[in-house]
């Protein structure tokens, strides 16, 4: 740990009289990224082999799942440990195989040649995780003919993130070599930019299908239960200003998963009566805890199409969200529940009230909103799939 942290002192160091898009920059990141990763393998030696072990595992069950789809026009790998792009492709598509970063080239090889081998004629990737590129550039040395699709779930602001930027480069490099044949984005901003820029682009939307499908949960709370979730440190979830909306709304009570460290104190400091979980859970957990709610809200700074608000929805409990996505835009709905002030702690507590009054009108509208979206959606995927 201390060595790393040494890394790290010294990196940050010379980010300060280094030119960033320089080349000694550059070069000097590769190693430190270089040392690190030869530094952690030998310290988690381990962990690493039982974390490899793991994924080659995974390889071969996403390689037991494709027999399904022998002769389907695609398949649609997914990381089912990103929740929420795990629930947006399962929303969308029927052909989805689970599988995690995938670092053998051996476990890369045996998964392409499986591709091969059932004749699938299109591969989609909803998202990119470690080593998906390489299988990319893999499928297509193997066979030109064989379509690859990225579905890009992330928005811009994102790249600030070495690891999001990182990937984004390389399917955007891949791209250009004709080894990506076309992207997907799940929000309309995105999906217009890459468009005009060049990139042979879809639109698609997620969607959520849940049984409940927007019957009214019957609460009998006595005190305002008011929920936030999957927020954890992320500064872009905005979680500090959604407690502090909630200390403002007269006997309301908290309910937080996963809660950190300082949201935790932060609750304490204002006093606001919460229950909490301190880690994810599930999403059938989650969603049996959304129905015990009078609301939920979701005022994040940036998002794309984030798959809560629908959930929650779904599940019969009115959701306010940010306005930094497509759902509901211009609808009588939207005018209830989108924010137009994710800062502004008073304001969200005033929508929070007047959701709560309305919220029977909410949900009906809801329900009809929904109808023309699941129509709506199966095109947009229809469209997205044929193979081209």
């Known amino acids: 740990m201390k060595g790393k942290r040494k890394l790290q002192k010294v990196k940050n160091l010379l980010k300060r009289f280094i030119k960033k898009d320089g080349f000694f920059y550059k070069c000097l990141s590769k190693l430190y990224h270089f040392l690190s990763t030869i530094k952690y393998k030998i310290t988690h030696s381990k962990e690493v082999n039982k974390q490899n072990k793991m994924y080659s595992k995974r390889v071969e069950e996403a390689i037991q799942k494709m027999k399904e789809y022998k002769e389907k026009d695609y398949i649609v790998f997914y990381n089912p440990t990103w929740l929420g792009v795990a629930a947006s492709t399962k929303g969308l598509f029927q052909n989805y195989i689970p599988l995690e970063h995938v670092y053998s080239k051996k476990d890369i090889k045996k998964l392409v040649t499986s591709i091969v081998e059932n004749n699938i004629k299109s591969v989609i990737f909803s998202q990119i995780c470690d080593g998906w590129t390489s299988i990319i550039e893999e499928i297509k040395n193997r066979n030109a003919q064989i379509i690859v699709k990225v579905i890009w779930h992330g928005n811009c602001y994102e790249y600030f993130s070495d690891f999001t930027w990182n990937l984004n480069k390389e399917v955007m490099n891949l791209y ?26 879809y639109y698609l939307q997620n969607n959520v299908h849940k049984e409940n499908k927007g019957k009214i949960a019957k609460n009998k709370n006595e005190k305002t239960k008011i929920g936030i979730y999957n927020a954890d440190t992320r500064e872009l979830k905005n979680i500090y200003t959604a407690l502090s909306a909630m200390k403002l709304v007269k006997n309301a009570v908290a309910d937080v998963v996963p809660i950190n460290e300082g949201a ?48 929650s929805f779904e599940m019969g409990v009115p959701c306010l969200l940010g306005n ?4 509901f835009v211009g609808t009588k709905l939207g005018e ?18 007047e959701a709560l009054e309305h919220k029977e009108e909410i949900m009906n509208l809801y329900i009809q909103w929904k109808r023309d979206f699941d129509i709506k959606c199966e095109k947009l995927v229809e469209e997205f799939v044929k193979v081209k």
């Open 176 to 201: 250009h070599q004709n080894k990506i044949d076309s992207f997907a984005f799940v929000r309309s901003t995105m999906y217009e930019f890459y468009k005009k820029a060049g990139f042979k682009s």
């Open 336 to 353: 209830y529940v989108i924010l137009e002030k994710e800062d502004d702690a008073v304001y969200i507590k005033d929508k929070i009230l």
């Open 324 to 327: 930094n996505n497509d759902y």
């Open 264 to 311: 935790k104190k932060f609750t304490e400091i204002l006093k606001l009566e919460t229950t909490s979980i301190n880690d994810y859970i599930p999403n059938d957990e989650l969603m049996k805890k959304i129905q015990q709610n009078d609301i939920n809200i979701y005022p994040t700074f940036t998002e794309n199409a984030p798959m809560f608000p629908l959930e």
